[in-house]
């Protein structure tokens, strides 16, 4: 059974820093794109950053450029966003997600197969 488990979300201040993990088990994603989305209270999942199988390739969100940074680490089939200068509005549920399809990235929640429970992250002001 795949599971995908995230871990590192809090309650924060502006300004501050947190680091988001997301472990798979079950199968191994190290082919595969994986992401990170939120969402907000009565608003649609959005996507907030992506990174492709080998880590070459990486997507953010226009809002959260130069603040947040995705990462991986395929032997330990873990990936990885690092979130510094937070606003609040970046209180969210954040998910994890794998791309079922290899080699490739996407940024639409329709482009991942896989998902997390999700982590809560409030940031307050």
């Known amino acids: 059974q795949v599971q995908l488990v995230e871990s590192g979300g809090g309650l924060v201040q502006a300004g501050d820093s947190l680091r988001l993990s997301c472990a798979a088990s079950g199968r191994t994603f190290s082919n595969n794109a994986m992401g990170w989305f939120r969402q907000a209270p009565g608003n649609e999942r959005e996507f907030v950053a992506v990174i492709s199988w080998n880590g070459g390739i990486r997507y953010y969100r226009d809002s959260v450029k130069g603040r947040f940074t995705i990462s991986r680490d395929n032997a330990k089939n873990t990936v990885y966003l690092q979130m510094n200068s937070l606003k609040p509005e970046a209180t969210a549920v954040y998910y994890c997600?794998?791309?079922?399809?290899?080699?490739?990235?996407?940024?639409?929640?329709?482009?991942?197969?896989?998902w997390g429970q999700g982590t809560q992250v409030t940031v307050s002001s």
């Open positions: 997600a794998a791309r079922g399809r290899t080699f490739s990235t996407g940024m639409g929640v329709r482009d991942y197969d896989y």
